[in-house]
């Protein structure tokens, strides 16, 4: 299984995705095979992930009409179809590599987008306190989601915080 961070640090809340991949990366120890992985704004260079992985979790920040910091777990089957000329974002060039796959013949992986509605997108390496305050419940979120599909995370003694994180981003 792959855990693929999506969204860009330097604009605010869209960088989440990043930052819950990081925080699971350095956090936890997984009882199976798992590969974290930061994919940030690469969209379509991603291609290979998906080609080459049977079960892939998405971490992104996502455009809905709803609340701030709201989450959705999607399966992307439920946005098959979405990808191809639909403009240059980087939930779309995601969607592209599955919608490629499809038109090749490929089999798709499953694979599942862990999402949370941004309350602020723009130019910022931070994170707004409403996306702050909903972390540790997108991570849980993203921990059952392992649990269901018979993966233990095992946390690791020494706990690298969100804060740790944002500030480790920063000085690169």
């Known amino acids: 299984m792959v855990i693929l961070g999506i969204g860009n640090v330097l604009q605010k809340d869209d960088g989440f ?28 260079n991603l291609f290979s992930i998906f080609e080459e992985n049977n079960h892939i979790l998405i971490l992104d920040s996502i455009e809905l009409d709803d609340e701030p910091a709201s989450i959705y777990l999607i399966p992307s089957y439920e946005l098959n179809g979405h990808g191809l000329n639909s403009g240059g974002a980087h939930e ?14 490929k089999d798709q992986p499953k694979a599942t987008i862990l999402g949370i509605i941004p309350q602020h997108v723009t130019f910022d390496m931070a994170l707004s306190s409403t996306m702050e305050e909903a972390f540790e419940g997108y991570i849980n979120v993203a921990l059952n989601y392992l649990k269901k599909e018979g993966i233990e995370a095992i946390q690791n003694e020494k706990i690298t915080t969100l804060k740790e994180i944002l500030y480790e981003v920063k000085r690169v």
């Open 17 to 44: 995705g990043v930052y819950a991949s990081t925080y699971l990366k350095k956090n936890y120890t997984f009882s199976k095979n798992v590969e974290v992985i930061h994919g940030g704004v690469e969209g379509i």
């Open 92 to 105: 779309i060039g995601v969607l592209q590599c599955l919608d490629m796959l499809e038109l090749q013949g």
